[in-house]
T-cell receptor
């Protein structure tokens, strides 16, 4: 079956530090890959996505590249801000199956200190 | 425009009771999904509707869980004989279509606590 593994948190960084959150996946078909973010007190929001190998998704300074050879989709940001403090979820949807249900990782809490 | 809404935001019930959780998707969205998020974990898929029909209910944990979407809009997740292990945040999401190119928009969730 499909699964997503991401690094456990919390990750604590100082403002302007470089961020990497690792994500690897297992899928039986040809997945699309996503990063979702959950800010305190808010619902899940799509941050970025990539639909095929070597695609790079980007949004709000965050980037992630779909690496089929290493089955990875690591999230990076060059300079984090306090407002980036949130829980980040890596997810996939497998186009082998009807519908677009998502398989999520366990989430990584990011705390950015001023 | 209005996003996905879920009611109630919090529900506390006693073990063995029946509960209903409601989801109002974004208008015009034909695809609707239910997920369950236990504390400290990522959401887990429960059921997917395309229109009025449940296209995939493979994530429902057992036959105490049931969901309907009779008019292809509002959906209700029903849990019979609740157990303490059912305590979680239940998330609803909708998208224009069930195809992979369409983004899923999530509601704020219903936090269910079974005492």
């Amino acid at each position: 079956g499909n699964s997503v593994t991401q690094m456990e948190g919390p990750v604590t960084l100082s403002e302007e530090a470089f961020l990497t959150i690792n994500c690897t996946y297992t899928a039986t078909g040809y997945p699309s890959l996503f990063w979702y973010v959950q800010y305190p007190g808010e619902g899940l929001q799509l941050l970025l996505k990539a639909t095929k190998a070597d695609d790079k998704g980007s949004n709000k300074g965050f980037e992630a590249t779909y690496r089929k050879e290493t089955t990875s989709f690591h999230l990076e940001k060059g300079s984090v801000q306090v407002s980036d403090s949130a829980v980040y979820f890596c997810a996939l949807s497998d186009l082998t199956y009807a519908g677009n249900m998502l398989t999520f990782g366990g989430g990584t809490r990011l705390m950015v200190k001023p | 425009g209005a996003g996905v809404s879920q009611t109630p935001s919090n529900k506390v019930t006693e073990k063995g009771k029946y509960v209903e959780l409601r989801c109002d998707p974004i208008s015009g969205h034909t695809a609707l999904y239910w997920y369950r998020q236990s504390l400290g974990q990522g959401p887990e898929f429960l059921i997917y509707f395309q229109g009025t029909g449940a296209a995939d209910d493979s994530g429902l944990p057992n036959d105490r869980f049931f969901a309907v979407r009779p008019e292809g809009s509002v959906s209700t997740l029903k849990i019979q004989r609740t157990e303490r292990g059912d305590s979680a945040v239940y998330l609803c999401a909708s998208s224009l279509s069930g195809e992979a190119s369409y983004e899923q928009y999530f509601g704020p969730g219903t936090r269910l606590t079974v005492t």
